[in-house]
């Protein structure tokens, strides 16, 4: 059974740092591209980072470019979120999601994680 | 950037009632759209993709279709499982644009 499973999430101060993890099971996982879409309380989806099956291209919203940095480790099936100088509007339910077609790099998202709660704030 | 609208922002209809609801992208997208049911709590599910390929699973009673740079979603015969917010996505580039969603309530 394919499943992704976030953590890390937490409540941390502007300003601070966090690590986001995905840990996929189920699928093979080096042959499908990854991403991490969130969703602020009360809004829509917002995608945020997308990275290709092997790591080689990787994109970022322009609302997090420069700040956060997505990344994976093929070795152990996970994917991560480096999130730095965090700021009250990051604050969302954080989701990791899975491309649909094998090593397909612009497709759909067809398994999401739950998702994990990052709230900033003072 | 490519922006995506969704219309009507809430929809209000009953059980058996035949809904469309509509999503405009700001440019060319060619069919690489997706449609999206989430319910509150819950992660996005996946219904449509590829403008109007049905997702494994999902019931027949939905569809999509496609002309130019609009996309529809149409539910044939409403269900109470139906209830829900509604997302559309391009993923023509490396931008994965979601419109703001269409939330489906009870009439």
């Known amino acids: 059974q394919v499943q992704l499973v976030e953590s890390g999430g937490g409540v941390v101060q502007p300003g601070r740092s966090l690590r986001l993890s995905c840990a996929a099971s189920g699928f093979t996982f080096s042959t499908y591209a990854m991403h991490w879409v969130r969703q602020a309380p009360g809004k829509g989806l917002e995608w945020v980072a997308f990275i290709s099956y092997d790591g080689s291209i990787t994109n970022h919203a322009d609302s997090v470019k420069g700040r956060f940095t997505i990344s994976r480790d093929n070795s152990k099936n996970m994917l991560f979120l480096q999130m730095n100088s965090l700021r009250t509007e990051d604050t969302a339910v954080y989701y990791c999601a899975k491309a649909k077609r094998l090593q397909w790099e612009r497709d759909v998202f067809e398994i999401w994680g739950q998702g994990t709660m990052v709230t900033v704030s003072s | 950037d490519i922006q995506m609208t969704q219309s009507p922002s809430t929809l209000s209809a009953s059980v058996g009632d035949r809904v469309t609801m509509t999503c405009r992208a700001s440019q060319s997208i060619i069919r690489w759209l997706a449609w999206y049911q989430q319910k509150p709590g819950k992660d996005p599910k996946l219904l449509i993709y590829?403008?109007?390929s049905l997702e494994s699973g999902v019931p027949s009673r939905f569809s999509g279709s496609a002309s130019g740079t609009e996309f529809t979603l149409t539910i044939s015969s409403l269900q109470p499982d139906d209830f829900a917010t509604y997302y559309c996505?391009?993923?023509?580039?490396?931008?994965?644009?979601f419109g703001p969603g269409t939330k489906v309530d009870i009439k």
């Open positions: 996505q391009q993923y023509n580039t490396y931008s994965f644009t």
């Open positions: 590829d403008a109007s």
